[in-house]
C-alpha cells in the first residue's frame, strides 16, 4: 500500500511556472513508476509524463514536452513535476500515480492514485 499526497498548485500567469510534489508513505514507492496525469472540467483525464523508478528514463506527452519535466527524489519519497512556460490550456487537476509495471501507468490503470491538485493558468 502506498499513499501519495500532492502539493504545489496554484493560480499563475500565464508564461509563469509552478513546481508540484508527490510525496509517498512509504519507502517501496522508489521501486515504482510514477507518472503524471491531469483532467480539466468536461474533457477526459490526459497523460502527462511518467519517471522509472532509478529515475534514468522519463516519457513526456507531445502537449508539455520542452516545458514540463518530471524527476524524482527517492530518499524523500517525492516525485516533482516542474512546470514552465505555464499556457491556458494547461488548466487542469493534477494528480500523482504509481504502479511497478510502466505499462499500467501508460494505459492510465495504475495501482495508486495521489488526491490531485488545482493548476489554474489565466490569460
Known amino acids: 500500500q502506498v499513499q501519495l499526497v500532492e502539493s504545489g498548485g496554484g493560480l499563475v500567469q500565464a508564461g509563469g511556472s509552478l513546481r508540484l510534489s508527490c510525496a509517498a508513505s512509504?519507502?517501496?514507492?522508489?521501486?515504482?513508476?510514477v507518472g503524471w496525469f491531469r483532467q480539466a472540467p468536461g474533457k477526459e483525464r490526459e497523460f502527462v509524463a511518467f519517471?522509472?523508478?532509478?529515475?534514468?528514463?522519463?516519457y513526456y506527452a507531445d502537449s508539455v514536452k520542452g516545458r514540463f519535466t518530471i524527476s524524482r527524489d527517492n530518499a524523500k519519497n517525492t516525485v516533482y513535476l516542474q512546470m514552465n512556460s505555464l499556457k491556458p490550456d494547461d488548466t487542469a487537476v493534477y494528480s500523482c500515480?504509481?504502479?511497478?509495471?510502466?505499462?499500467?501507468?501508460?494505459?492510465?490503470?495504475?495501482?495508486?492514485w495521489g488526491q490531485g491538485t488545482q493548476v489554474t493558468v489565466s490569460s
Open positions: 500515480a504509481a504502479d511497478q509495471s510502466s505499462r499500467n501507468v501508460r494505459s492510465g490503470d495504475p495501482d495508486y
Open positions: 512509504r519507502r517501496t514507492f522508489n521501486t515504482y513508476v
Open positions: 519517471i522509472t523508478w532509478g529515475g534514468g528514463d522519463t
